[in-house]
């Protein structure tokens, strides 16, 4: 009984936001939230403080995808206020009118990179506006970018989910740091192969597979020029394989665009597509400015041999107040705002004003950009007034599924989530490494982070390895592997990306459609896993 109750509230949220007439996220995801806390209060019998603190945390913890959102949205919207994104898209419409090179160059390299210097859903909330100037659907692109945004995620934010991901274990004792270095090296290897197939199914979702035949030459080499460093790179680092394998695969990628290397010379155009005028090399410069400065600042902030990423995350108290029941609140010198033993339990919550990238860097590139193409005030407060109302209701969806998620971690090993993952592993046993990766995908999916996904599910998974005699480190790189492709699925990306394309009530929609590579991708990852790595490791 305690598993099917555990399932239900997934079960029901999918059928709710897939069906026909099927319901907004941001009613569906608060209504789950509260059948979940009714779930945990009468059934696993869950203390009412405990849980209502539960809620004050999700209350907290929204504050980073909303941010971030809001980021991205003012952002976007400042490029195209200002002109910048009308240049930028004549300027990628003339380095190849291709549609496949535009969705590679821009959905899979550099969408790449972003992912390898961000995470937090950054890649497909700057990605995807500059594919829509280009000319492409909105619910297409959307689709696309979250398919595209899979194989870096593992080594996303500088290799956050592997390194931190798995944090929790290398504290126990229980792996060491050669094991670590094992499971980004497996990692990347399953990824790799991956790569050869998923792109090419989020090129379905836009293009033909006529169109998809004629330019296979410059896909695989585009995929290549991202995944041959990206493992190179895993095989001693698990911090840069992403940010550096996507510098270098963006790169070649637009060499090969330029010169028309491995592209039809008789391709379709997509609807929507125009001829663009050359840009002159001053106003590209401009317009280039923002996105630059933005990247500039993300890997700046997140390579951790610089001092920024240490004062940014510095946890050193500041100040601190003591808010009676409703728990102790601080502030540390990194502008860290965090709300300690909530309501007498040991939960607390904290937002990172600085790391999370929302006010540093998209916030900051917008006030610098506001003078630098002299928009008027005018124009400036309506960018912020607009933006505020756009993430109305993906506020109301966030804080329904972090509610939920936070709901359902409540009991550590007896958690509703623990007790979905132990009855996986149960039903299984021995054939765990087949459907290993599908349990880091449901962290993601509930999450919305593959690095939380690690943290809540990585013991489950050593656990497993353990019992059942198979390779701790390859049971890791599946799930890291799993959590990575979870973000196909994951309801805080979707909500993220159709908020920033101005997309409605198309969430379950999304899911049917990205489902299918999801399932693909555990496919390949289970026959490299049994077939493969056994070479090579």
Same mark, same amino acid.
């Given at each position: 009984?305690?598993? @099917?109750?555990?399932?239900?509230?997934?079960?029901?949220?999918?059928y709710?936001m897939?069906?026909?007439?099927?319901?907004?996220?941001?009613?569906?995801?608060?209504?789950?939230? $509260?059948?979940? =806390?009714? %779930?945990?209060? *009468?059934?696993?019998?869950?203390?009412?403080?405990?849980?209502?603190a539960?809620?004050?945390?999700?209350?907290?913890? #929204?504050?980073?995808?909303?941010?971030?959102?809001?980021?991205?949205?003012?952002?976007? /919207?400042?490029?195209?206020?200002?002109?910048?994104?009308?240049?930028? /898209?004549?300027?990628?419409?003339? !380095?190849?009118?291709?549609?496949? $090179?535009?969705?590679?160059? +821009?959905?899979?390299?550099?969408?790449?990179? +972003?992912?390898?210097?961000?995470?937090?859903?950054?890649?497909a909330? %700057?990605?995807?506006?500059?594919?829509?100037?280009?000319?492409?659907?909105?619910?297409?692109?959307?689709?696309?970018?979250?398919?595209?945004?899979?194989?870096?995620?593992?080594?996303?934010?500088?290799g956050?989910?592997?390194?931190?991901?798995?944090?929790?274990?290398i504290?126990?004792?229980? @792996?060491?740091?050669t094991?670590?270095?094992?499971?980004?090296?497996?990692?990347a290897?399953?990824?790799?192969?991956?790569?050869?197939?998923?792109?090419?199914?989020?090129?379905?979702?836009?293009?033909?597979?006529?169109?998809?035949?004629?330019?296979?030459?410059?896909i695989?080499?585009?995929?290549?020029?991202?995944?041959?460093p990206?493992?190179?790179?895993?095989?001693?680092?698990?911090?840069?394989?992403?940010?550096?394998?996507?510098?270098?695969?963006?790169?070649?990628?637009?060499?090969?665009?330029?010169?028309?290397?491995?592209?039809?010379?008789?391709?379709?155009?997509?609807?929507?597509?125009?001829?663009?005028?050359k840009?002159?090399?001053?106003l590209?410069?401009?317009?280039?400015?923002?996105?630059?400065s933005?990247i500039l600042?993300?890997?700046?902030?997140?390579?951790?041999?610089?001092?920024?990423?240490?004062?940014?995350?510095?946890?050193?108290?500041?100040?601190?107040?003591?808010l009676?029941?409703?728990? &102790?609140?601080?502030?540390?010198?990194?502008?860290?705002?965090?709300?300690?033993?909530?309501?007498?339990?040991?939960?607390?919550?904290?937002?990172?004003?600085? =790391?999370?990238? $929302?006010?540093?860097? *998209?916030?900051?590139?917008?006030?610098?950009? %506001?003078?630098?193409?002299?928009?008027?005030?005018?124009?400036?407060s309506?960018l *912020?007034?607009?933006?505020?109302?756009?993430?109305?209701?993906?506020?109301?969806?966030?804080?329904?599924?972090l509610?939920m998620?936070?709901?359902?971690? +409540?009991?550590?090993?007896?958690?509703?989530?623990?007790? +979905?993952?132990?009855?996986?592993?149960?039903?299984?046993?021995? =054939?765990?490494?087949?459907f $290993?990766?599908?349990?880091?995908?449901?962290?993601?999916?509930?999450?919305?982070?593959?690095?939380?996904s690690?943290?809540?599910?990585?013991?489950v998974?050593?656990?497993?390895?353990?019992?059942?005699?198979?390779s701790?480190?390859?049971?890791?790189?599946?799930?890291?592997?799993?959590?990575?492709?979870?973000?196909?699925?994951? !309801?805080? &990306?979707?909500?993220?990306?159709?908020?920033?394309?101005?997309?409605?009530?198309?969430?379950?929609?999304?899911?049917?459609?990205?489902?299918?590579?999801?399932?693909? =991708?555990?496919?390949?990852?289970? @026959? #490299?896993?049994?077939?493969?790595?056994?070479?090579?490791f």
């Open positions: 009984m305690a598993l @099917i109750l555990s399932v239900l509230p997934i079960v029901l949220l999918i709710l897939v069906k026909r007439n099927a319901l907004p996220s941001y009613i569906a995801l608060p209504l789950i939230a $509260a059948l979940v =806390y009714a %779930i945990q209060y *009468f059934y696993f019998n869950g203390d009412l403080l405990t849980l209502n539960n809620v004050v945390s999700a209350l907290i913890s #929204v504050m980073t995808p909303i941010t971030v959102i809001f980021g991205a949205v003012l952002f976007n /919207r400042m490029m195209e206020m200002s002109g910048a994104m009308d240049v930028m /898209r004549r300027w990628l419409g003339n !380095i190849s009118p291709n549609p496949v $090179a535009q969705l590679m160059i +821009i959905g899979w390299a550099f969408a790449f990179m +972003i992912e390898g210097a961000s995470g937090f859903g950054t890649p909330a %700057i990605a995807a506006p500059l594919l829509v100037g280009l000319g492409f659907r909105p619910l297409q692109v959307a689709i696309l970018a979250l398919i595209m945004n899979s194989v870096p995620v593992s080594f996303g934010a500088v956050t989910p592997t390194w931190f991901g798995f944090g929790t274990l504290n126990k004792g229980d @792996i060491n740091d094991q670590l270095s094992e499971i980004g090296q497996i990692t290897v399953i990824h790799f192969i991956a790569a050869f197939v998923v792109p090419i199914l989020a090129l379905k979702v836009i293009v033909s597979w006529k169109q998809i035949r004629q330019n296979l030459l410059f695989i080499l585009s995929i290549l020029s991202c995944t041959v990206y493992v190179a790179i895993a095989w001693f680092n698990y911090e840069f394989p992403s940010l550096v394998g996507g510098a270098i695969g963006l790169f070649i990628s637009v060499g090969l665009a330029s010169a028309g290397i491995g592209l039809s010379k008789n391709t379709e155009t997509h609807e929507g597509s125009m001829h663009h005028e840009v002159s090399t001053p590209l410069l401009k317009a280039l400015f923002p996105t630059a933005l600042m993300l890997a700046i902030t997140r390579i951790k041999q610089l001092p920024f990423k240490a004062m940014l995350n510095d946890s050193s108290e500041l100040f601190s107040l003591n009676g029941d409703l728990g &102790n609140f601080h502030l540390s010198k990194g502008l860290i705002f965090s709300l300690s033993d909530i309501f007498t339990t040991t939960e607390s919550a904290s937002y990172k004003l600085l =790391y999370v990238p $929302a006010l540093i860097p *998209f916030v900051i590139t917008v006030l610098i950009a %506001i003078p630098v193409f002299s928009l008027s005030f005018k124009q400036s309506s *912020f007034s607009a933006t505020f109302k756009q993430v109305q209701k993906p506020f109301l969806a966030l804080v329904g599924a509610i998620v936070n709901v359902m971690l +409540i009991g550590g090993e007896n958690s509703m989530v623990q007790i +979905i993952g132990h009855g996986l592993a149960n039903a299984t046993g021995e =054939y765990w490494t087949v $290993a990766s599908y349990l880091g995908a449901i962290g993601a999916f509930f999450s919305g982070s593959n690095t939380v690690n943290l809540t599910f990585g013991g998974q050593y656990s497993v390895a353990m019992a059942s005699g198979l701790v480190p390859l049971i890791l790189a599946l799930q890291s592997v799993g959590g990575a492709m979870g973000n196909m699925v994951c !309801i805080n &990306n979707i909500i993220a990306v159709c908020s920033v394309l101005g997309i409605d009530k198309a969430e379950g929609k999304i899911i049917k459609t990205t489902a299918v590579p999801m399932f693909v =991708y555990g496919i390949i990852a289970a @026959i #490299v896993a049994l077939f493969v790595i056994p070479l090579l």
